[in-house]
């Protein structure tokens, strides 16, 4: 029921993009982790390697995009196959091809099933949940669209002079690079940014599994902080931004950090992965840059030694960014600046018209602002107790009551047991502890009245980590209460997933399938939106032309060239031009409609926008194709 399609073609089409997905990022990730010991596990060996060669694209894609090699689907399938293919061929030839599945149902394969039930789950609740209406929803994904149409079109990262997209330029490449290359082979621009979203979202959730399996040591206990991360909330809606990849690529870069106990190796890989989250998304990359600072801190203390190879790996990290932020750090710090002194304007701060040190000291306050952010409160105590049926569009806050005492009796049963937790292997513990703190300050920046904060309503979806994991230490204690007082384990463990799935799960999922979510402020009408839909009816791709620049047509699977500078120069005198030279200048750049509305008489005003409708309907070289009452479709004829 995910895959709606205009056509049996376009199911084929969309279908092979799925498929071309797993290639390119099982590829890419065995590549990666060829020359390094892998786990033995046929099942965890080969999901992980997804989760690696997601982190590898997006860094492979950056680099390609600095050698100036162009972003085409054909050139990631070729370095996605080549070295399988090689090891492949190699085999045969050695007549040493030996297929190790080893898919016995142990306990270990039983627990990943598990986790795929909840994977199967929460993708038929992300992906279901967005296609519930026919349009993007908020403003975000509206101006993705346009970054992933210039991506894939124009196979670069880096935008043209003359034309700046939101969410590209110097916002750092990676999620524009994904939904780019995938793109190319998949023309459905709405179906492409809504499933491969959902996607990455609930391969997040095997991610987490497997990166918990070995950050504590116990199978059960991954599985079940998975199922609470996955009930969680706070743990991400469908919406649809840069956020999604860059806090899921945590789990399989935290996965290559704790491999590398095993295999020194696996810390060039570890860089990879912390390169890509780097490459992903600024602020949000800087709060998963501090938390895996923090696992290595806590780590050196609790081994009572430096350890190097998870230093350098963070070093790598670090310096393997630059391939983008080398060159374009500069430019983002003036974007933040110029916000800065908008705000320094708005509020009448004297730093608006200060010296450059003056503006930069202000730029560094108002970006750590403690109420910096659209969706930042103050939070009270029944905002965690209490899950509301719907929350945020882009952030849906709280925990629910079991999750709750799960996690409050997981911190006190760590605290009473405090001598225990120093043990080697309960290292993760006290990482976790110290998570928690981190990102539990993070979100309650306002409510605490602190100094300083960092985007804080972003944090719930990092403080949903430490709370998955402490849960699991929650209800262990549990098991050990259960036993002094002759209550069988098994029965607890039914209470709380009961109890789990009816004050978290229920209202997670309740809100994100509502029918109801808004498509953004950047309409002026439902009639202009409903207008706007007709642009669905014909094939990909069409090329439309309005007056002035807006992601909705690339949103809507359409085409308009709003970075090609002769587009650019001709809408500047566009509106002044008879319909006949309007007529002609559409023909010549194959444009097959031409949108007035709702939109376009807010940017050029309501009679020049009623003259243009007249002179358009009466000149006999445009056609009405489709109108509402605030959106008029010609056809250039």
């Not at 596990?41 to 162009?70: C, D, K, Q, S």
């Amino acid at each position: 029921m995910f895959l709606i399609y205009p056509s049996y073609g376009g199911f084929i089409v969309s279908l092979t993009t799925i498929i071309l997905f797993f290639v390119y990022t099982w590829g890419l990730g065995f590549t990666a982790t060829a020359l390094m010991k892998n786990s033995e596990n046929f099942l965890e060996r080969n999901m992980i390697r997804v989760g690696i060669g997601i982190g590898v694209l997006v860094a492979l894609g950056t680099l390609l995009n600095l050698l100036h090699i162009p972003l085409d689907w054909k050139i990631f399938l070729l370095l996605s196959i080549t070295y399988p293919l090689f090891i492949l061929i190699k085999k045969i030839k050695n007549n040493d091809l030996k297929l190790k599945l080893n898919l016995k149902l142990t306990k270990s394969n039983l627990n990943i099933l598990f986790v795929l039930l909840i994977f199967l789950f929460c993708l038929f609740m992300y992906v279901g949940g967005s296609f519930k209406y026919p349009y993007f929803e908020d403003d975000d994904p509206w101006s993705h669209s346009m970054s992933v149409k210039y991506i894939a079109t124009e196979k670069t990262a880096y935008e043209p002079d003359n034309f700046n997209l939101k969410y590209l330029d110097p916002y750092p490449p990676g999620y524009g690079i994904l939904m780019g290359v995938l793109h190319q082979t998949s023309p459905f621009m709405m179906w492409t940014l809504k499933f491969f979203n959902g996607l990455i979202l609930s391969l997040g959730i095997v991610f987490f599994y497997f990166f918990t399996k070995l950050f504590t040591g116990s199978r059960n206990k991954a599985l079940f902080s998975t199922f609470v991360i996955a009930a969680l909330p706070s743990f991400f809606t469908h919406f649809i931004w840069a956020h999604t990849l860059v806090v899921i690529l945590i789990f399989p870069a935290m996965y290559c950090l704790e491999m590398v106990k095993k295999d020194k190796k696996w810390k060039y890989v570890s860089a990879i992965l912390i390169s890509s989250i780097l490459l992903t998304q600024p602020s949000q990359a800087i709060k998963i840059g501090l938390m895996i600072f923090i696992y290595f801190v806590v780590k050196c203390v609790w081994e009572r030694k430096f350890l190097i190879d998870l230093f350098l790996a963070q070093v790598y990290g670090v310096i393997l960014s630059f391939m983008w932020w080398g060159v374009k750090a500069q430019g983002m710090l003036a974007g933040r600046m110029e916000v800065a002194v908008k705000h320094a304007d708005k509020i009448g701060a004297a730093e608006a018209s200060g010296g450059i040190l003056s503006k930069i000291s202000f730029m560094i306050q108002n970006y750590f602002r403690p109420d910096l952010g659209t969706a930042t409160k103050a939070y009270s105590f029944n905002d965690f107790f209490i899950v509301k049926p719907f929350g945020g569009i882009n952030i849906h806050v709280g925990w629910g009551i079991f999750i709750t005492l799960l996690l409050t009796i997981g911190i006190i049963y760590a605290l009473i047991k405090f001598k225990e937790s120093l043990k080697k292997e309960n290292v993760w513990i006290g990482i976790s502890l110290a998570w928690f703190i981190f990102t539990f300050l993070g979100v309650n920046a306002m409510t605490f009245n602190l100094p300083v904060g960092f985007i804080t309503f972003r944090f719930w979806l990092l403080l949903a980590i430490p709370v998955a994991l402490l849960s699991s230490e929650g209800l262990w204690a549990l098991f050990k209460i259960g036993k002094k007082v002759s209550i069988p384990s098994a029965l607890i463990l039914i209470v709380v997933l009961v109890g789990i799935f009816t004050t978290a799960g229920y209202q997670k999922y309740n809100h994100n399938t509502l029918p109801n979510w808004p498509p953004g402020i950047g309409w002026t009408s439902t009639d202009e939106l409903q207008g706007y839909l007709w642009l669905k009816t014909l094939p990909a791709d069409t090329k439309v032309f309005t007056y002035y620049y807006t992601g909705k047509i690339s949103g809507l699977n359409k085409y308009s060239c709003d970075w090609c500078s002769e587009v650019i120069e001709f809408r500047k005198t566009a509106t002044n031009k008879t319909a006949s030279e309007l007529n002609t200048w559409l023909k010549r750049h194959k444009y097959e409609y031409m949108i007035l509305s709702g939109s376009t008489a807010k940017k050029l005003g309501v009679n020049k926008t009623n003259e243009k409708l007249q002179e358009l309907a009466s000149s006999n070289l445009f056609v009405p194709a489709h109108q509402t009452k605030d959106f008029f479709a010609f056809k250039v004829i």
